[in-house]
């Protein structure tokens, strides 16, 4: 790879790379900027590109949960709803 060219989702500034990520349009609601950058410490392109991999492929599954969520399924109110539920019980810790 060339060291002129970065690896996916990321940018160079001062020989450090930064990973970046633009937020689509439908989920920037959620967050309070249009686009998520971070350094991803190091100077290395095969080091960057195996952690902005990672980062884009974890942004990617966290948002298609969100459109999930979001979007009229067909069956969905057949889907099974996981609900937290609070345990009252003697000795329960917490009480």
């Given at each position: 790879?060339?060291?002129?060219?970065?690896?996916?989702?990321?940018?160079?500034?001062?020989?450090?790379?930064?990973?970046?990520?633009?937020?689509?349009?439908?989920?920037?609601?959620h967050?309070?900027?249009?686009?998520?950058?971070?350094?991803l410490r190091?100077r290395?392109?095969?080091?960057?590109?195996?952690?902005?991999?990672?980062?884009?492929?974890?942004?990617?599954?966290?948002?298609?949960?969100q459109?999930?969520?979001?979007?009229d399924?067909?069956?969905k109110?057949?889907?099974?709803?996981?609900?937290?539920?609070?345990?009252?019980?003697?000795?329960?810790?917490?009480?």
């Open positions: 790879m060339s060291e002129t060219i970065s690896p996916t989702f990321t940018f160079v500034k001062d020989g450090v790379l930064y990973f970046s990520r633009r937020i689509p349009s439908e989920l920037k609601r967050y309070t900027s249009p686009r998520i950058a971070y350094s190091t290395s392109p095969k080091v960057a590109e195996a952690r902005a991999r990672r980062a884009a492929d974890q942004l990617d599954e966290y948002w298609y949960h459109r999930s969520q979001e979007k399924l067909p069956g109110h057949m889907l099974r709803l996981q609900r937290l539920t609070v345990v009252n019980r003697p000795g329960f810790a917490g009480e």
